[in-house]
């Protein structure tokens, strides 16, 4: 375990969506994921042992690749925009514990064992993956079933009855399923239409709620200081070329926006942020108007 030091004010931080974080090694990161379980009350409410959650932390740890992008640290990302945003909307006061140990195990598992091709590429290249899922989302099919690997070998150390801990599971995976961008504007357009009479004692409502939240941590970057989030399009940039070039070696069609001799950093950029990113934020700040004041 790290010595990181955790001080107030290092807590705080960790709560923001500004949180930079370039400055921390894998060991302190997992401190720091630690330590968001254990600020959500997560532990005693049920009932996991802290060295069970490190134990599974490790677990993930593990089965995350040494990729440029979709990597330990993206999960790292992913999961803190997700408790940030629990803390700046206080969800805790509008959904269960339940809710919120879904969501943050969602955000950690969301990328397992991710190889560094999209499902263009598995798809077209026929992969093993697109071949057991039919060419329906490969990856994010494929990250469900990781994370199901793992959390059933922990099972009866997470606590629960066997059908609270299913329940979670296939919730667990219906976020993870939600990051396939191919269903972003199905998702979206299905938020937007409840958004005028949102109730957060509606299951439908908050399922998607749910799933708009770990959307936008997913994709979350760009809205973070340009400091934090430009080394990070270096590093997608480097896995969409890693891409492109196997995939004109292998005489497949080269992926929109991975080209390394079309792309620019802005011209990747403009287009993501205008059609993707914003509508997002925009309808999840309708909800929480809150979040309107994040720069």
Not at 187 to 212: Q, W, Y
Not at 280 to 286: H, K, S
Request: charged share 20%; proline share 4%.
């Amino acid at each position: 375990c790290s010595s990181l030091e955790v001080s107030e004010e290092l807590r705080q931080y960790l709560k923001t969506p500004t949180f930079d974080n370039w400055q921390w090694e894998d060991a302190e990161i997992m401190v720091l994921l630690q330590l968001m379980y254990t600020d959500l009350d997560l532990l005693s409410t049920f009932n996991i042992e802290p060295e069970v959650l490190q134990q599974f932390l490790f677990e993930v740890y593990r089965r995350y690749n040494n990729i440029p992008f979709h990597n330990f640290k993206h999960c790292f990302c992913v999961t803190q925009m997700m408790y940030g945003l629990i803390w700046l909307t206080d969800l805790r006061s509008k959904v269960e514990n339940v809710d919120l140990l879904i969501m943050l195990t969602s955000a950690v598992c969301h990328d397992l064992d991710h190889a560094g091709y999209n499902n263009a590429y598995q798809i077209n290249a026929r992969t093993e993956l697109a071949l057991r899922y039919n060419d329906i989302s490969p990856l994010e099919n494929h990250h469900c079933a990781v994370a199901f690997e793992i959390l059933i070998s922990f099972r009866d150390s997470m606590s629960g009855s066997p059908g609270s801990t299913t329940f979670r599971f296939c919730f667990i995976c219906r976020c993870i399923l939600a990051t396939d961008m191919t269903r972003h504007n199905e998702i979206l357009n299905k938020f937007k239409s409840i958004l005028h009479g949102f109730d957060f004692s509606n299951k439908e409502h908050k399922d998607l709620l749910m799933m708009v939240l770990i959307k936008v941590s997913d994709i979350s970057n760009e809205a973070r200081p340009m400091e934090v989030a430009e080394p990070w399009l270096d590093c997608l940039l480097q896995e969409f070329f890693n891409q492109s070039d196997v995939e004109k070696l292998e005489g497949l069609p080269v992926s929109p926006f991975m080209d390394r001799d079309k792309v620019t950093k802005p011209s990747s950029q403009i287009g993501f942020i205008r059609f993707v990113l914003l509508p997002l934020f925009v309808e999840l700040a309708n909800l929480f108007p809150c979040l309107e004041v994040i720069q």
